[in-house]
């Protein structure tokens, strides 16, 4: 017997370049493009931009990238909530913090911990939020005050775009434990396996906050060979990518006798 | 320009926030390693705001601001706290202090929180 159809709707699936498909969901799976994938053997679910347009990456085996247009949100949230995963019922806040700055506006949600072989998603109604393993930095408990009661919270830090957020989950405690001890083990598989100088602790809590090459060797006092080395070694340790290369130029004999014409056309 | 007075026992910390207040268009008017420091300097150089860590030797955050504010009660203050001091930031905020950033921080949020509290956003 056939499953039941829950939407079917045109979409964009990229194969060497977009084209025009249409997609079945029905209770237990997502079909396009002669693909049929059960939704609980998704392995992972991003919203990305792919080859010019907004897309949603569902990976089964390969990646498949489809822009469902005006449904966009609507498939996406579905298929996070029936994703392969382990799931923990738990109550979040996400973000707490932002950049090291408290966020104002962010409010506690009911919903889900979905834990999947990539990522680690906070899934309420509202909000679906992925958070790559390897964006994971740590996992903590605290307490916190929370409805006029202290309670036990997990903070869980992860980064988005550049900044250091924070995110808490609340949920019983042993719950929490078993969490916790989850989520570390994800945390130490994506840790660098050396450990890092003061120099080097040093440099790349500068390079988080913000602060410019130029800056950093006169902070620390080290030299540009020097800095670039510690750079080539983060690149290494997969802590940093390259951005930008800096140019040191010197000049030419023309270059200095053109300096020397500007200084002259200064003074007149 | 809003007169900056940075508080925390790490060297390299204080260099850091010196660094990015500057960039930020705040006038560095001292630094102090202890919170014992941090009152001293508070009632000669009367600044526009500081940044306050947390734990530190001879005299914590906390009680530095609580001096403060016995000195000042319109001081504003920022406590600078590593995460997992939120018990200590909200003792901080009953007394007083005007908001808080949750090392490690990054630039331009130091500087918006910094500018919200000076009113020079």
Same mark, same amino acid.
């Given at each position: 017997m056939s499953e039941r159809v829950l939407l079917k709707t045109p979409a964009e699936i990229f194969d060497n370049g977009w084209k025009s498909t249409e997609v079945v969901i029905t209770e237990s799976d997502i079909t396009f493009a002669n693909t049929k994938i059960q939704s609980r053997e998704i /392995?992972?679910?991003?919203?990305?931009?792919? +080859?010019?347009?907004? +897309?949603?990456?569902?990976?089964?085996?390969?990646?498949?990238y489809l822009n469902f247009g005006s449904r966009q949100q609507q498939i996406f949230r579905y298929l996070a909530f029936n994703l392969k995963s382990d799931r923990f019922a738990v109550y979040f806040l996400s973000p707490a913090t932002r950049g090291g700055v408290v966020v104002k506006d962010s409010k506690w949600e009911k919903g889900y911990l979905s834990i999947t072989d990539e990522a680690i998603w906070f899934l309420s109604p509202s909000k679906q939020l992925r958070i790559s393993l390897n964006s994971l930095g740590s996992v903590g408990k605290d307490v916190r005050t929370i409805g006029g009661k202290q309670r036990v919270v997990l903070v869980v830090t992860h980064v988005e775009k550049g900044e250091v957020i924070t995110s808490f989950v609340l949920c019983p405690e042993?719950?929490?434990?078993?969490? /916790?001890?989850?989520? /570390?083990q994800l945390i130490d598989m994506h840790k660098p396996k050396e450990k890092l100088s003061d120099a080097e602790e040093q440099i790349?809590?500068?390079?988080?906050?913000?602060?410019?090459?130029?800056?950093?060797?006169?902070?620390?006092?080290?030299?540009? %060979?020097e800095l670039n080395r510690y750079f080539d070694r983060f690149v290494d340790l997969g802590l940093a990518k390259v951005v930008k290369i800096r140019k040191e130029v010197e000049l030419t004999p023309k270059g200095a006798a053109l300096v020397s014409e500007i200084m002259k056309k200064a003074a007149r | 320009? +809003?007169?900056?007075?940075?508080?925390? %026992?790490? +060297? &390299?910390?204080?260099?850091?926030?010196?660094?990015?207040? &500057?960039?930020?268009? &705040?006038?560095?008017?001292?630094e102090a390693e202890n919170g014992k420091q941090a009152v001293e300097l508070y009632k000669q150089l009367k600044p526009d705001v500081m940044t306050m860590d947390i734990v530190m030797p001879e005299m914590n955050g906390i009680e530095a601001l609580k001096e403060i504010r016995k000195l000042d009660p319109n001081a504003k203050v920022v406590m600078c706290t590593a995460v997992g001091q939120e018990q200590m930031v909200k003792a901080a905020i009953k007394l007083g202090a005007k908001g808080y950033i949750v090392k490690p921080f990054q630039a331009p949020k130091v500087i918006e929180e910094l500018k919200r509290i000076t009113g020079m956003s």
């Open positions: /392995q992972d679910l991003e919203k990305l931009e792919y +080859a010019g347009k907004e +897309a949603v990456r569902i990976k089964k085996d390969r990646n498949y042993t719950t929490l434990e078993m969490l /916790q001890n989850y989520l /570390q790349l809590t500068m390079v988080y906050t913000g602060v410019d090459s130029v800056s950093i060797e006169s902070i620390l006092g080290v030299s540009t %060979d | 320009m +809003a007169k900056v007075l940075i508080v925390d %026992d790490t +060297a &390299f910390m204080r260099k850091l926030l010196r660094n990015i207040l &500057f960039s930020g268009g &705040f006038d560095i008017v001292g």
